[in-house]
């Protein structure tokens, strides 16, 4: 770690080689882990927790911790060429420093430096405040294009979600991962019965609606063409070790993403800004997109 803490912030050590960085203030509390460079909650004060954290999530060396926001990076599921490799790229087990984390009207941003592979370097940036934002820059210090394909997999809370619907991505083409096919996301506001896996190829906002805790999360992406949707349902929550039984109907994974077709293409000396915005909003009939 390179960067000198303000006094709202501290460095815990979770486990032996997982330490966390926390940051209290009157108005929010959140955890980020240096092990993934992982935001892992983020809690306004007098709101229930944005981010899921799995109550058996595993913090040990090399092993990714289930919830919060992990990052995929440099690619999204399988490796394009060698299965041999951990599935959702390098990011997740890798130890990111702390370069810089300010504090300004009562907001932190908070600056880590990743892994770097193939030419490839990673950055994420969180600004913690009245809305949460996410960064993850990807430059290419090589001499040759390469391919990236990237997520922020945010574990978003909600009550029940059994309950929750999801809008803003009606009639945008898809690929369902579960059956392997190409379609359609529905027209009308989609709800969470069944094992859910599906890249969604849509630029446009998506709300996530929570009747149980009377609110909405509204997830604002920047250099994203697709939006991953993912829950687990009870028969696939039962074979994760790391997830209770029933803990699928705890959250909702609404990930701002460069996956499937989307994946980007970086020349030599460019770079890539992936990112997103989670907004709190109380549950109302406007509250959509």
């Given amino acids: 770690m390179s960067a000198a803490l303000p006094p709202a912030a501290a460095l815990s050590s979770r486990a032996p080689g997982v330490d966390i960085l926390l940051i209290a203030t009157p108005d929010f509390h959140a955890e980020i882990s240096l092990q993934g460079g992982q935001l892992l909650g983020f809690r306004a004060a007098g709101q229930q927790p944005l981010l899921y954290l799995s109550p058996q999530a595993v913090f040990q060396p090399g092993k990714a911790i289930r919830g919060g926001v992990p990052l995929c990076w440099p690619w999204f599921g399988p490796h394009p060429d060698d299965a041999s490799l951990p599935a959702h790229g390098v990011a997740r087990t890798h130890i990111w420093r702390l370069d810089e984390i300010r504090e300004d009207a009562g907001a932190f941003h908070v600056k880590l430096s990743g892994p ?3 030419g490839l370097s990673a950055e994420i940036e969180y600004h913690l405040g009245a809305t949460l934002q996410v960064a993850l820059t990807t430059r290419n210090h090589g001499d040759r294009p390469q391919r990236l394909s990237a997520a922020l997999h945010s574990y ?93 109907r705890d959250f909702v994974c609404v990930e ?29 009939a406007e509250c959509g997109v």
């Fill in 156 to 248: 978003l809370a909600v009550g029940d979600a059994t309950q929750a619907s999801l809008s803003g991505l009606a009639g945008a083409r898809c690929h369902d991962k579960v059956t392997d096919r190409e379609g359609r996301w529905p027209d009308t506001d989609f709800h969470f019965h069944g094992e859910v896996d599906c890249i969604v190829y849509s630029e446009r906002p998506a709300v996530l609606r929570d009747p149980v805790w009377n609110r909405c999360i509204r997830v604002t992406a920047e250099g994203a063409g697709s939006v991953v949707v993912w829950n687990p349902a009870a028969e696939k929550a039962a074979r994760l070790s790391d997830l209770p039984d029933a803990g699928w």
């Fill in 116 to 118: 770097e592979r193939d």
């Fill in 256 to 284: 701002t993403a460069n996956a499937g077709d989307d994946a980007r293409l970086l020349a030599p000396g460019s770079s890539h800004r992936l990112a997103c915005r989670l907004t709190l909003e109380p549950l109302a």
